[in-house]
Nanobody
Framework: QVQLVESGGGLVQAGGSLRLSCAAS????????MGWFRQALGKEREFVAA??????AYSDSVKGRFTISRDNAKNTVYLQMNSLKSEDTAVYYC????????????????WGQGTQVTVSS
């Protein structure tokens, strides 16, 4: 059974930082591409960042502020979020797929339950 468990969300003031973690089990983690997506209330799910053997990618809205990384020994992927803005408020999901990374949420087979990030202005 594949399981992805996010943690690290919370309430932070604008300009602050948070680090999200996503612990994976039940798969060969180090061969999967991992992605972070977010969904704000009333909006569609959107791409945030992704990492795979073919590199990394970021949405324009978070580039330069967020950093994705992974620790294969711990089967964990991270999202370091700096200079947070109120528009970053959303539920953040990690997702996994075999092979190369993708910016499309539809390409991902496995999802975590999500963690809420709220940025107060």
């Amino acid at each position: 059974q594949v399981q992805l468990v996010e943690s690290g969300g919370g309430l932070v003031q604008a300009g602050g930082s948070l680090r999200l973690s996503c612990a994976a089990s039940g798969r060969t983690f180090n061969t999967d591409a991992m992605g972070w997506f977010r969904q704000a209330l009333g909006k569609e799910r959107e791409f945030v960042a992704a990492i795979g053997w073919n590199g990394e990618a970021y949405s324009d809205s978070v580039k330069g502020r967020f950093t994705i990384s992974r620790d294969n020994a711990k089967n964990t992927v991270y999202l370091q979020m700096n200079s947070l803005k109120s528009e970053d408020t959303a539920v953040y999901y990690c997702a996994a797929r075999p092979g190369t990374y993708s910016q499309r949420w539809q390409d991902h087979n496995y999802w975590g339950q999500g963690t809420q990030v709220t940025v107060s202005s």
